[in-house]
C-alpha cells in the first residue's frame, strides 16, 4: 500500500507483488484564526504564507531555499502590514550545516523561523495562522502538509511534480 500514484509508479518495477494506492487521510484543522496569529505572535493583518517541513531525509528535498528566495523575489521591499513567511521545522544535528545556510538566507524580519517540534495541536493552530501554504519540494510520497493545508481551506503553492499532483 502506498499513498500515491507517484510512490506507486516508482515501485511497480522493483516488485511482481501489485501495489495499491491508498492515501493518507486528512483531517482539516479548525482553529480560530485570530486566535491561532495571537498564540505565535503573528500580526493580524499580515498575509501569511506557510512552510513545513522535517529534515528526516534530505534537506534538498523539501527544498527550503527556494520557498524563501521566492518568497524574497516576490515581495523585495517590506511594507506595514505586508506579507509575512512563517517557516515551520526541525533539523538533526547532522544537518546543522543546511540550518545555517538557511538561517542566512532567511535574515529578513519578515520571514519567521520555528525550529521547534511542536504536539499535533499546536501545528493545527498554527496551519489555521496562515493564508496560504508553500511547498515548492523536489519529491514528495504524498505531500500530507500540503493536502492538510488545502482541506483547512489555505491556498496552496506547490510543485507540480510527485505525489501531490494526485490530488492538486
Not at 49 to 73: H, M, Q, W, Y
Not at 104 to 114: F, G, S, Y
Request: proline share 7%; with cysteine; aromatic share 10%.
Amino acid at each position: 500500500w502506498v499513498p500515491s500514484r507517484f510512490v506507486a509508479d516508482s515501485l511497480a518495477s522493483a516488485t511482481t507483488k501489485p501495489v495499491r494506492i491508498i492515501p493518507h487521510a486528512v483531517f482539516a484543522a479548525a482553529e480560530d484564526k485570530r486566535a491561532a496569529r495571537q498564540q505565535f505572535g503573528i500580526p493580524q493583518d499580515s498575509f501569511v504564507f506557510l512552510n513545513i517541513f522535517a529534515t528526516g531525509s534530505f534537506v534538498s528535498r523539501k527544498n527550503p531555499e527556494a520557498v524563501v528566495r521566492a518568497f524574497l523575489d516576490a515581495f523585495p521591499e517590506a511594507s506595514p502590514n505586508g506579507p509575512l513567511l512563517v517557516m515551520k521545522f526541525h533539523f538533526t544535528p547532522d544537518q546543522m550545516k543546511s540550518l545555517r545556510e538557511l538561517r542566512k538566507l532567511a535574515e529578513d524580519r519578515r520571514i519567521i523561523l520555528l525550529d521547534t517540534v511542536f504536539p499535533p495541536s499546536k501545528m493545527a493552530a498554527l496551519m489555521c495562522a496562515a493564508d496560504a501554504f508553500v511547498s515548492l519540494h523536489r519529491s514528495e510520497g504524498f505531500g500530507l502538509n500540503i493536502a492538510e493545508a488545502m482541506a483547512t481551506g489555505k491556498l496552496a503553492i506547490a510543485t507540480n511534480f510527485s505525489g501531490n499532483t494526485d490530488y492538486m
